[in-house]
Each structure stands twice: as C-alpha cells, then as structure tokens.
C-alpha cells in the first residue's frame, strides 16, 4: 500500500506522523520497524499515529512505535509533534487538545509563540507501579527521594526510578560528555528489575534551574533529545533536593523547558515541534 506521513521533530528527537483517519493503517512490527529504519525505511526513533479517540470527551487516540517495532506508552516530544500536526493538518480548529494515550489522557496546547506545551501528568513515584522491583535492596534517601543501588558493568550506580507513562532510572554523572552512554545504556534498559525495560537517564547538574542530559531509549537507542526523559529527570533533581522549578534542559538536540510544583502535581513539559518535509512510502 501507499503510505502517506509527515517527517517532525522536537529538538531534534525525529518522528514519522501518520493520519490514521484519513488512511486505513494495519501494520505488524515488523512493518514499523521498516519504516524507523534510517537506510531502508524513512528513518525515526519513534513512529507517531494518529487516530480517532476510544473515549468520550478525548478529540484524538495517540499511538506510539519506537524503532524497534514495538508500540509503547508515552512520548512526550512526540505529543508536541502530535498537536503541531493536527492542527497543520486541521483535524481539529482548537490550540488546546485532549488526547487519549496508553498511559493515560494528555493534554498539549498551542502557545501563542508557537512553542507547544504538554500537561504530562503527575509522575508514578511508587517503584512497584513504574515498574521496578526493588526486592532486597536497600535504598538510599537523600531529600524526598531513594536512590537505589544497581549493579551496572560491575559497578554500583544509584538511581531514582520515575515513570511519565513509561518507565525511567535516572542517575546524576558528573562529566555527561565523556559518559559511556552507549555501553551503560543497554545494561540498564534490560536490567531484569525493570520488568518491562527502562529509558536510561543520564543527567549533570550545572545549577539548580539548569541541567544537561542524555536518555538511552528503550527500544530505540540514545536519542538527540526525550520529553519524559527531560521530565524525569527534573522530578528525580528536585525531589532530591538538587533543583528548583522550572529547569532548563539542555540535550544534543536542544533544549526543553519543565516545571513541577511537587508529589500530586502535574509535570509541564514545553518546547519546539517543528515540520521537516512530507511524503509516500509504498509498503
């Protein structure tokens, strides 16, 4: 079949859209898979679909494919591109949408800069609930947080454990640049207490409203920039004591901005969405 889609990203985080209300889309994992891939497909870390919602009082069902071919909970760049999308397309004539994901109901607005805005929710702060078991460890407070020591490579790391929808470990290094992310990464992903994997966070403190980070997707890889990573990471800093809402986040491929006014609150996730090219793809 022809495929039509919409090449986006968010701070460099790089998206295939596609209108699955306007086109018929039964695709296996092996087919998405096709698609992310950046020498045989169009290339993306995640795959975005738009459709219409199973819920009443929700305007869109969002659906996300990381470049493996397996579908997952929450992307928050990818929520930036979603809303930037249907309104280009105009699917909808409104700045502010609800959408309904697997993880629950988002809500992204237009700002009137053009910068796109997304209410993630209040973290899962509760180890059971992101999903980690932390049977038999022993955990370390510092602030309003626990760290939980994990052994990666022969070494023990701390980590706070968050979930935004999807399930994150976060640990604070010193010199990001020089961090073996890529050999940490798939170690961490896969350790057997995340049950259904984990993004790997990486992040350095530079002040307590500014911090660098880097995120090994799960199913995908290190990528140029991740919203619930970003967001993670703050919930993770400020409930250790180590940073102040709202935080400046600086990425590879950008930058996100994130506030979080504490347990129960929603995390405000803010940032570029931008359209890079469309096109046709037979399958």
Same mark, same amino acid.
Request: charged fraction near 20%; proline fraction near 6%.
């Given at each position: 079949?022809?495929?039509?889609?919409?090449?986006?990203?968010?701070?460099?985080?790089?998206?295939?859209?596609?209108?699955? *209300?306007?086109?018929?889309? %039964?695709?296996?994992?092996?087919?998405?898979?096709?698609?992310?891939?950046?020498?045989?497909?169009?290339?993306?870390?995640?795959?975005?679909?738009?459709?219409?919602? %199973?819920?009443?009082?929700?305007?869109?069902?969002?659906?996300?494919?990381?470049?493996?071919?397996?579908?997952?909970?929450?992307?928050?760049? /990818?929520?930036?591109?979603?809303?930037?999308?249907?309104?280009?397309?105009?699917? &909808?004539?409104?700045? &502010?949408?609800?959408?309904?994901?697997?993880?629950?109901? *988002?809500?992204?607005? +237009?700002?009137?800069?053009?910068?796109? &805005?997304?209410?993630?929710?209040?973290? @899962?702060?509760?180890?059971?609930?992101?999903?980690?078991?932390?049977?038999?460890?022993?955990? @370390?407070?510092?602030? !309003?947080?626990?760290?939980?020591? @994990?052994?990666?490579?022969?070494?023990?790391?701390?980590?706070?454990?968050?979930?935004?929808?999807?399930?994150?470990?976060? %640990?604070?290094?010193?010199?990001?640049?020089?961090?073996?992310?890529?050999? #940490?990464?798939?170690?961490?992903?896969?350790?057997?207490?995340?049950?259904?994997?984990? !993004?790997?966070?990486? +992040?350095?403190?530079?002040?307590?409203?500014?911090?660098?980070?880097?995120?090994?997707?799960?199913?995908?890889?290190? &990528?140029?920039?991740?919203?619930?990573?970003?967001?993670?990471?703050?919930?993770? /800093?400020?409930?250790?004591?180590?940073?102040?809402?709202?935080?400046?986040?600086? +990425?590879?491929?950008? #930058?996100?901005?994130?506030?979080?006014?504490?347990?129960?609150?929603?995390?405000?996730?803010?940032?570029?969405?931008?359209?890079?090219?469309?096109?046709?793809?037979?399958?």
């Amino acid at each position: 079949m022809k495929l039509k889609f919409t090449k986006m990203h968010g701070a460099g985080n790089d998206f295939v859209v596609i209108d699955a *209300i306007n086109q018929n889309i %039964q695709f296996t994992p092996e087919q998405w898979k096709q698609i992310a891939d950046r020498r045989f497909g169009i290339g993306a870390d995640q795959i975005l679909v738009v459709e219409r919602p %199973q819920q009443p009082d929700v305007d869109f069902r969002y659906r996300i494919f990381n470049a493996d071919g397996g579908e997952v909970e929450q992307c928050g760049n /990818g929520s930036r591109a979603f809303v930037r999308f249907v309104i280009e397309k105009k699917l &909808t004539d409104k700045n &502010t949408i609800r959408v309904e994901t697997m993880s629950g109901i *988002i809500e992204p607005r +237009m700002e009137p800069d053009g910068s796109i &805005t997304v209410d993630m929710g209040a973290p @899962i702060l509760e180890p059971i609930k992101v999903p980690f078991d932390a049977t038999g460890l022993h955990g @370390i407070a510092q602030g !309003n947080d626990t760290l939980w020591p @994990i052994e990666i490579n022969a070494k023990s790391c701390l980590f706070s454990v968050v979930s935004m929808g999807n399930p994150h470990a976060v %640990q604070v290094v010193e010199h990001l640049d020089t961090y073996p992310v890529t050999h #940490e990464g798939p170690e961490i992903e896969h350790h057997v207490r995340f049950p259904r994997r984990v !993004n790997a966070g990486f +992040m350095q403190i530079n002040d307590r409203q500014h911090i660098s980070l880097r995120v090994f997707e799960r199913g995908t890889g290190e &990528t140029l920039a991740c919203g619930t990573g970003a967001c993670a990471a703050v919930v993770a /800093g400020i409930r250790r004591g180590l940073l102040d809402s709202p935080v400046r986040v600086t +990425m590879h491929g950008g #930058e996100l901005f994130i506030a979080w006014q504490g347990a129960g609150k929603p995390v405000m996730l803010s940032g570029p969405a931008v359209t890079v090219f469309e096109g046709e793809i037979n399958l």
